[in-house]
T-cell receptor
Framework: DVKVTQSSRYLVKRTGEKVFLECVQDMDHENMFWYRQDPGLGLRLIYFSYDVKMKEKGDIPEGYSVSREKKERFSLILESASTNQTSMYLC?????????????FGDGTRLSIL | KQEVTQIPAALSVPEGENLVLNCSFT??????LQWFRQDPGKGLTSLLLIQSSQREQTSGRLNASLDKSSGRSTLYIAASQPGDSATYLCAPYSGNTPLVFGKGTRLSVIA
């Protein structure tokens, strides 16, 4: 079974801190994604990566950056955390290209910025 | 840009009832469509992936259908159980682009 592991289930940080959310997948997937999920707004794509060292902006990249130094790991960085970044963060991975393999998600990180 | 709509937004049914969840999408040039389940406070679990060449895909009490030309997919749940209570999301895939998600249907099955 595919395993997508997010480093923390719950995280509490202070305004202005630099926050790192880590995601690791064990299936050698090329594509990895970071979403945030808020009530009434659904899933929104922050950043994604098609391969190592590659990154693409999603729909709401402002205030975030990412790092993909190794294929299995995709990190989301909040450069200077703000209260409006309090949210559920979800990481996902899948094979690249045109194929019929499903996308898999981690269990999520509930981040609170105080 | 692909837009995905799921109707109804919420649904409450008695245990044992058969039910249908609807998903519509605006761009029919898709490669496949995936249905997910999300329990409160958790990540998304993949339920079914239906390829564009298929009309139906089944897993246990779940059956997903896809009509690409009309931009519609349905998820049929037979003999619903309280454990089916969750939010169900659909996401069409156009090939090496990020999945686009609907906002989901929140299902409550009452014992």
């Amino acid at each position: 079974d595919v395993k997508v592991t997010q480093s923390s289930r719950y995280l509490v940080k202070r305004t202005g801190e630099k926050v790192f959310l880590e995601c690791v997948q064990d299936m050698d997937h090329e594509n990895m994604f970071w979403y945030r999920q808020d009530p009434g707004l659904g899933l929104r794509l922050i950043y994604f990566s098609y391969d190592v060292k590659m990154k693409e902006k999603g729909d709401i990249p402002e205030g975030y950056s990412v790092s993909r130094e190794k294929k299995e790991r995709f990190s989301l960085i909040l450069e200077s955390a703000s209260t409006n970044q309090t949210s559920m963060y979800l990481c996902a991975s899948r094979w690249g290209g045109r194929n019929n393999q499903p996308q898999h998600f981690g269990d999520g990180t509930r981040l609170s910025i105080l | 840009k692909q837009e995905v709509t799921q109707i109804p937004a919420a649904l409450s049914v008695p245990e044992g009832e058969n039910l249908v969840l609807n998903c519509s999408f605006t761009d029919s040039a898709i490669y496949n469509l995936q249905w997910f389940r999300q329990d409160p406070g958790k990540g998304l679990t993949s339920l079914l992936l239906i390829q564009s060449s298929q009309r139906e895909q089944t897993s246990g009490r779940l059956n997903a259908s896809l009509d690409k030309s009309s931009g519609r997919s349905t998820l049929y749940i037979a003999a619903s159980q309280p454990g089916d209570s969750a939010t169900y999301l659909c996401a069409p895939y156009s090939g090496n682009t990020p999945l686009v998600f609907g906002k989901g249907t929140r299902l409550s099955v009452i014992a």
